[in-house]
Structure formats: structure tokens, C-alpha cells
């Protein structure tokens, strides 16, 4: 059963730091990863896919990295913003089906 | 639309009460999913459409959970004598075809007290 963790599960950081956040998963049997973000109380806003067969997407000020071989995906956020303050979820979705697994988040905090 | 909806956005049940949660996919949208997000939680998978087709409800955590699309767009998912380990923000997503490939598009989500 494939599992996802992320770590850390908080952090918090003053305005203009580079973070990075780590997501593991069990399964290198995945047709993709996706990175979401979520402010409280909202849906999910999709940040970034990478393809299996990818090793990287960048968009902005995100770059997310995966390394299937060793079941390890990471977000990486540049010169971070107090509106980056959020929690951000990553899933995975299982070679042979459609659902997307996730893990329990990074809850993000940056400071002015 | 321009996204994917949901109403409602908030809903309080008293236990023991059915519930109906709506969920319009983006337009064309041929896969459609629920999933349940607790408190602190990441969301979990509850079922899957294709089309009209329910392909997976492997998810839905007892028989109290039915889902439909009976015309493959509006989906509707439906807790019946709700209990208050029902309390949680119910999420649908929906991408434009089948295959592993696609990226999912969020709603909002609805919210779901049960008291």
C-alpha cells in the first residue's frame, strides 16, 4: 500500500529564506506527483505535476524535483513571501489507478 | 465554469440526518473524484467517475456513503444517517480524461459539521 509522508510537518521562517520541503513515498510505481498548496478553509491549488518520467517543473519562484528511483520528491521555494504562508501537500497518484495519495502536509508559516 | 464548484460550502447536520453534497466538474471533464479531508489531515480517496460510470468507490468508508453522475457532469455524494465521524471538508476534483497522467483540479470543498 503506497504511503506518503512529508517532513517537516511546521515551519516557520522569516521573509526572504530559501526553504526546501521533502516528500518520501513508499511505491516508485507512480504515474505522477503533484504539489498543492492550501490556505485555510480553501481547496487545493495545484502548484506544480511532474510526470514519472520527469525530473523536475519549475514555475515562478517553485521548483519541484523527483527522484522516483529512491521514492523522493522536493518543493523548493525561492526568496519565500508571507503570502507563501500556507500548508502544502504533495500526492502521489499509484501506477495502476487514478487516485492521488497524499501526505499529511507541510504547514508553512513566513514572517515579515 | 471557470473551475470546479461545490455547494454547499458549509453544512451542519445534527447525527442521524441524510446529507447531499453537489460538485460541478469543469466542463468537458470526463473523470471526476471525491475525497475526504479530516482535520490536520492530508485529503483520502473515497470514489472515482468516469463519465457516469463509478469505477472505484473503494474509499467510501461504509455503506452510508453513495455517490453518483448519472448524466457524467453534476456529481452528487451522499452521507446518509450522518454520525459525527462524518465531521470533515468533503473535496471534489475533476480532470479532463482518464489515465494517471492528468492533473486534478480542486473545488472548494464543503465543510461538514455533524453535532
Known amino acids: 500500500k503506497q504511503e506518503v509522508t512529508q517532513i517537516p510537518a511546521a515551519l516557520s521562517v522569516p521573509e526572504g529564506e530559501n526553504l526546501v520541503l521533502n516528500c518520501s513515498f513508499t511505491d516508485s510505481a507512480i504515474y505522477n506527483l503533484q504539489w498543492f498548496r492550501q490556505d485555510p478553509g480553501k481547496g487545493l491549488t495545484s502548484l506544480l505535476l511532474i510526470q514519472s518520467s520527469q525530473r523536475e517543473q519549475t514555475s515562478g519562484r517553485l521548483n519541484a524535483s523527483l527522484d522516483k528511483s529512491s521514492g523522493r520528491s522536493t518543493l523548493y521555494i525561492a526568496a519565500s513571501q508571507p503570502g507563501d504562508s500556507a500548508t502544502y501537500l504533495c500526492?502521489?497518484?499509484?501506477?495502476?489507478?487514478?487516485?492521488?495519495?497524499f501526505g499529511t502536509g507541510t504547514r508553512l508559516q513566513v514572517f515579515p | 465554469g471557470a473551475g470546479v464548484s461545490q455547494s454547499p460550502r458549509y453544512k451542519v447536520a445534527k447525527r442521524g440526518q441524510d446529507v447531499a453534497l453537489r460538485c460541478d466538474p469543469i466542463s468537458g471533464h470526463v473523470s471526476l473524484f471525491w475525497y475526504q479531508q479530516a482535520l490536520g489531515q492530508g485529503p483520502e480517496f473515497l470514489t472515482y467517475f468516469q463519465n457516469e460510470a463509478q469505477l472505484d468507490k473503494s474509499g467510501l468508508p461504509s455503506d452510508r456513503f453513495f455517490a453518483e453522475r448519472p448524466e457524467g457532469s453534476v456529481s452528487t455524494l451522499k452521507i446518509q444517517r450522518t454520525q459525527q465521524e462524518d465531521s470533515a471538508v468533503y473535496l471534489c476534483?475533476?480532470?479532463?480524461?482518464?489515465?494517471?497522467?492528468?492533473?486534478?483540479?480542486f473545488g472548494p470543498g464543503t465543510r461538514l459539521t455533524v453535532l
Open positions: 476534483a475533476s480532470s479532463v480524461t482518464s489515465g494517471g497522467a492528468n492533473e486534478q483540479f
Open positions: 500526492a502521489v497518484i499509484d501506477y495502476n489507478t487514478d487516485k492521488l495519495i
